[in-house]
T-cell receptor, first 114, second 109 residues
Framework: GAVVSQHPSWVICKSGTSVKIECRSLDFQATTMFWYRQFPKQSLMLMATSNEGSKATYEQGVEKDKFLINHASLTLSTLTVTSAHPEDSSFYIC??????????FGSGTRLTVV | GIQVEQSPPDLILQEGANSTLRCNFSDSVNNLQWFHQNPWGQLINLFYIPSGTKQNGRLSATTVATERYSLLYISSSQTTDSGVYFCAVLYTGGFKTIFGAGTRLFVKA
């Protein structure tokens, strides 16, 4: 149990376009999900906390207008990278905290903006 | 905020060797987890261990919360153990998980 599914696994997009990444809890309900970003050979940095039915909480330095987060249901959170630019290329990972399991992560999305 | 330090930053082992990875943290924690990130980027939860000792096959972990450190033991290492090992903590009174910088492990055949 306690599986988090993330899609797509990888995406290439043109500069200026928007990309949506989905994060689903498959066998549990998640009122809160977390979005991380990881640059090559670096650790994971928390971008924002996604709250079902309310606004996301963004970490300092993260542009909320560029990284739109929607948590419309208890099993789905989405991250939309708007007007993507090459510097947005990164590995994005979501996670949730199912009761009794500790943090569980999705498989990640590798975004390349060309 | 809480500081999480992992050592060593890099480690090269010969297949079959044993190793110990360390995670120090600067404040009280409610939760500590060890993850393995494979070469494809996927994070695998190894241990959920805010205190005490746990074992799972060739891996074991010990957290001494009062002294603010945790250790991950890998015995009889295999090439498939290669990757990055992260320690992540949820500090007391907080709601965010903070990751250490990781230990990059390469196991040679």
């Amino acid at each position: 149990g306690a599986v988090v599914s993330q899609h797509p696994s990888w995406v290439i997009c043109k500069s200026g376009t928007s990309v949506k990444i989905e994060c689903r809890s498959l066998d549990f309900q998640a009122t809160t999900m977390f979005w991380y970003r990881q640059f090559p050979k670096q650790s994971l940095m928390l971008m924002a906390t996604s709250n079902e039915g309310s606004k996301a909480t963004y970490e300092q330095g993260v542009e909320k207008d560029k990284f739109l987060i929607n948590h419309a249901s208890l099993t789905l959170s989405t991250l939309t990278v708007t007007s993507a630019h090459p510097e947005d290329s990164s590995f994005y990972i979501c996670s949730a905290l199912p009761t009794g399991y500790g943090y569980t992560f999705g498989s990640g999305t590798r975004l390349t903006v060309v | 905020g809480i500081q999480v330090e992992q050592s060593p930053p890099d480690l090269i082992l010969q297949e079959g060797a044993n190793s110990t990875l360390r995670c120090n943290f600067s404040d009280s924690v409610n939760n500590l987890q060890w993850f393995h990130q494979n070469p494809w980027g996927q994070l695998i939860n190894l241990f959920y261990i805010p205190s005490g000792t746990k074992q799972n096959g060739r891996l074991s972990a010990t957290t001494v919360a009062t002294e603010r450190y945790s250790l991950l033991y890998i015995s009889s290492s295999q090439t498939t153990d290669s990757g990055v090992y992260f320690c992540a903590v949820l500090y007391t009174g907080g709601f965010k998980t903070i990751f250490g910088a990781g230990t990059r492990l390469f196991v040679k055949a």
